[in-house]
C-alpha cells in the first residue's frame, strides 16, 4: 500500500494513498489507524482516519517527522484491509417541521416533494465510514443518487444535538450539541456518545446503519425520557475546593491537551494558553498534567471552602483575594472562607487560576461545561502529584491590540486564487466576538477561492486556518471538529497560537508568511 504525505503544521501531516480510490481509500486509512492504536510508536500522539487521509500526530520533541513517516510506510505495505465485524443498527428519525429546516429547500431543489426526498434517505443501507468532528459522530456512506449537498455558506453556531444532516455524499447524526454547516433534515433520540461507556462511541466503521421514520412526538418524548437523570451528580463534600458565587462571562476547567481517542471523534481539547496554565501549575508545585480554571474576558467569584495553595497567571483580569488585587505569576495561601473574583480584562483575554492538587477534569468527550451559578469545583482524585519545578520564563500578555501571526502553508494551496492569496497576506483581518474555544472567527476582506471550498473530511491541527464558503478565514482552537470539511489556507506556527489565545475581540490580526506558499 503506497503512502504519500502532506504536512499541516509542525506536529503533523496527512497521509495519503494515491494508487487506491473511493471507500478503499478510507478503508486503508482505517486499517493503518487500527494498526497504530495497537501498537503506537514513540512520539505519536493520535491517528485520525478521515475519508481519503489519515492525520497523524506526534510529538516533534520525541520523533522526528520523517522516522515517523519511514516507520508508517512500512506498516502500510504490511497492513491489508482486513475485513470488520458487521454490526445492524435501526435507528428512529423525525425528517421535517421544526427538526429538519433544510429539508424543505432541498427538496425544492430536486423537484420533489418534502415527503419523497425523506422516503429516498429513509429506505437506503448506509455504512459507517470514520467518526470524527465530534465526539461519536459517525460518517456514513450510502446516500442515494440525487441526494448529496453542499455545506452551508456559512456555518451554524447551533446545531442541536440528534440533528440527522447531509453533507456532500456523507449523511450523519450531530451526537451533541455543536456549530456544523451540514443540512439539517431531522432528528433522532439515540445517544451515540456515552463518555462513562467502554467503548464510548455507539457506531464504529463498517457497522450498518438504517433509518426509520418516527413522528416528532415520538422524538420529543424519547428525547424527554433521555434526559432524567442525566445531571452528574455532585462531588463529595470533603473534595469540593470552590462555590460558584457569580459565573463570569465562560469559565471552565482545562488542563493539557488529551490525545489518543481521535478515531472517536473526541478531541484533545486543553487550555487555550497552555503555556499560562503550566507556569500556574509549576509555581504551586502541580505536575504539568494539572487542570485549573481558565477564565475569559470577564470573570466569576468564588468562594474557598477548604484552604488551598493558588496562583493567578495569564490575562490580567483584576483578580481579587477579599476585594485585594493578586499579582499575577505568584503563590498566594488562601483559606476556607475567602472569596476570589475577576472583574475584566485589562491586558489579554484568558487568566488561569491554579491550585495545588489541581482540579477534577471531566471525561474526554464530555462537552466544555460552562461555570454556573451555585456550581461546586472539586480537587483532582488523586490530587495532581507534587512537582518541584522551575516554572517556564514569565511571557506577559500583550496589550497591543495588533499582532502580526506566522503561518505556515496550508494542505490545500490549490483551492486559493493568486488574489485570494494576497489578500490574505495583505489585508487586516480583525477578531470576531463569535470567537471561542472552537475557533477563532476573522472579519475582513474575504478571500477568493478558485473553487468550491468543500473536502473530504480529514483531520484538523490547532491553529489550522479554514476558509469556508463566505471566504472569511476561521482559526480552529482545542475544541475544533476533530476533522473538517473546509479547505484550508495555512497553519498558525504554534509559538505564536497563546497570541491569538489572547487576544481579545476586535485585535488586528496580519499574516506573515514563514514557508513557502503557492497559489
Known amino acids: ?46 491517528a485520525i482516519p478521515g475519508a481519503t487521509t489519515l492525520f497523524v500526530l506526534f510529538d516533534p520533541g520525541i520523533v522526528e517527522r520523517e522516522k515517523l513517516v519511514r516507520r508508517l510506510r512500512r506498516l502500510a505495505n504490511e497492513t491489508g484491509i482486513a475485513p470488520r465485524e458487521t454490526r445492524r443498527f435501526r435507528i428512529p428519525v423525525a425528517y421535517g417541521g421544526e427538526f429538519g429546516p433544510d429539508l424543505p429547500v432541498l427538496a425544492n431543489d430536486r423537484g420533489i416533494s418534502v415527503e419523497e426526498l425523506a422516503r429516498r434517505h429513509a429506505g437506503a443501507d448506509y455504512t459507517v465510514a470514520f467518526l470524527g468532528f465530534s465526539p461519536g459522530f459517525a460518517y456514513l456512506t450510502g446516500l442515494p443518487p440525487g441526494l448529496s449537498a453542499a455545506r452551508r455558506h456559512s456555518p451554524r453556531t447551533r446545531v442541536p444535538a440528534g440533528s440527522l444532516a447531509i453533507g456532500g455524499d456523507y449523511t450523519a447524526i450531530y451526537p451533541a450539541e455543536s456549530p456544523g454547516g451540514w443540512r439539517l433534515i431531522g432528528r433522532s433520540p439515540v445517544r451515540l456518545f456515552d463518555p462513562a461507556a467502554h467503548p464510548p462511541a455507539l ?34 463534600p470533603e473534595d469540593v475546593v470552590f462555590e460558584t458565587l457569580t459565573a463570569g462571562l465562560f469559565t471552565s476547567i482545562q488542563g493539557p491537551p488529551r490525545f489518543g481517542l481521535g478515531a472517536s471523534g473526541v478531541g484533545a481539547g486543553g487550555a487555550m494558553d497552555l503555556p499560562a496554565l503550566d507556569r500556574g501549575n509549576a509555581i504551586v508545585g502541580n505536575a504539568s498534567d494539572a487542570a485549573g480554571l481558565e477564565i475569559t474576558l470577564s470573570g466569576p467569584e468564588l468562594l474557598l471552602t477548604t484552604d488551598a495553595l493558588l496562583c493567578v497567571t495569564g490575562a490580567d483580569l483584576d483578580a481579587r483575594w477579599n476585594g485585594k488585587a493578586v499579582p499575577l505569576e505568584a503563590a498566594f495561601p488562601a483559606k476556607a472562607g475567602d472569596r476570589i473574583s475577576f472583574r475584566y480584562a485589562a491586558a489579554g483575554m484568558r487568566a488561569y487560576l491554579c491550585v495545588k492538587g489541581g482540579l477534577a477534569l471531566p471525561l474526554p468527550g ?137 487576544a481579545l475581540p476586535g485585535t488586528a490580526i496580519r499574516f506573515q508568511a514563514a514557508g513557502a506558499f503557492l497559489a
Open 1 to 46: 500500500m503506497k503512502l504519500e504525505t502532506r504536512d499541516v503544521s509542525e506536529s503533523s501531516f496527512l497521509a495519503e494513498f494515491p494508487e487506491t480510490s473511493g471507500e478503499d481509500e478510507n478503508r486503508s486509512a482505517v486499517a493503518l489507524a487500527d494498526r497504530l492504536a495497537g501498537k503506537p510508536p514513540k512520539g505519536l500522539l493520535d
Open 203 to 236: 457506531l464504529r466503521p463498517g457497522d450498518r446503519v438504517f433509518f426509520q421514520p418516527v413522528s416528532g412526538e415520538d422524538v420529543r418524548a424519547r428525547i424527554a425520557e433521555s434526559r432524567t437523570g442525566e445531571r452528574a451528580a455532585p462531588p463529595a
Open 366 to 502: 464530555e462537552p466544555v461545561a460552562r461555570l454556573a451559578k451555585g456550581d461546586l469545583i472539586a480537587r483532582a482524585r488523586p490530587p495532581a502529584p507534587e512537582s518541584p519545578r522551575v516554572p517556564s520564563a514569565t511571557a506577559p500578555v500583550a496589550r497591543s491590540r495588533d499582532l502580526t501571526l506566522r503561518v505556515l502553508p496550508g494542505p490545500q494551496p490549490s483551492f486559493f486564487s493568486a488574489g485570494g492569496m494576497n489578500a490574505f497576506f495583505s489585508a487586516t483581518y480583525r477578531v470576531s466576538p463569535d470567537s471561542d474555544r472552537r475557533g477563532i472567527h476573522l472579519d475582513g476582506p474575504p478571500i477568493e477561492l478558485d473553487r468550491p471550498p468543500d473536502i473530504p473530511p480529514e483531520g484538523t491541527a490547532l491553529g489550522s486556518i479554514q476558509v469556508p464558503a463566505n471566504g472569511l478565514p476561521i482559526v480552529l482552537g482545542p475544541d475544533r471538529p476533530v476533522t473538517g470539511g473546509y479547505a484550508k489556507i495555512a497553519t498558525v506556527v504554534a509559538s505564536d497560537w497563546r497570541l491569538l489565545a489572547q
